[in-house]
């Protein structure tokens, strides 16, 4: 299966930003955590990281191209705001699933919306890293 990882603003800055929110572990970690899961089952797997929604958009609209099957995001801030990034979710008729490391629903009232989830295929929040590999899982499960 081909699935692309999509990650917004401040990602990047894993294990170094509020590390009592969002852990210890690094981005890197985060980016080879998933890249050996996706060889160890043999998908094909792209990861990608932008400060810039355009960035974003740019990914999403070529995966639409390029046959990509399910995709994982974490949009960041984007979440609460990027109608733009919601138009370019929903262009695409695969799964897609949205990931927080946060509970973003114990967090400050403006993070407890995201105007992205309702486009996706369902939403993980809360279970830090973990949540990338369980909407792996479920992207990958065999459907009848």
Request: charge should be negative.
């Amino acid at each position: 299966m081909k699935l692309l990882v999509l990650n917004g603003p401040n990602l990047n800055f894993l294990g170094i930003r509020e590390k009592g929110i969002y852990g210890t572990e690094t981005y890197e970690s985060l980016v080879s955590m998933m890249e050996d899961k996706a060889r160890r089952e043999g998908h094909e797997l792209e990861v990608c990281q932008s400060n810039s929604e355009g960035d974003l958009i740019d990914k999403l609209q070529e995966a639409y191209h390029s046959g990509v099957e399910g995709i994982i995001i974490n949009p960041g801030a984007f979440t609460h705001y990027s109608y733009a990034i919601r138009d370019a979710l929903a262009s695409l008729e695969i799964p897609k699933i949205e990931v927080h490391i946060s509970n973003v629903h114990k967090r400050e009232e403006f993070r407890h919306v995201s105007v992205t989830a309702p486009v996706c295929t369902g939403q993980i929040v809360g279970l830090g890293l973990l949540g990338y590999v369980l909407a792996m899982d479920y992207l990958t499960a065999p459907r009848n």
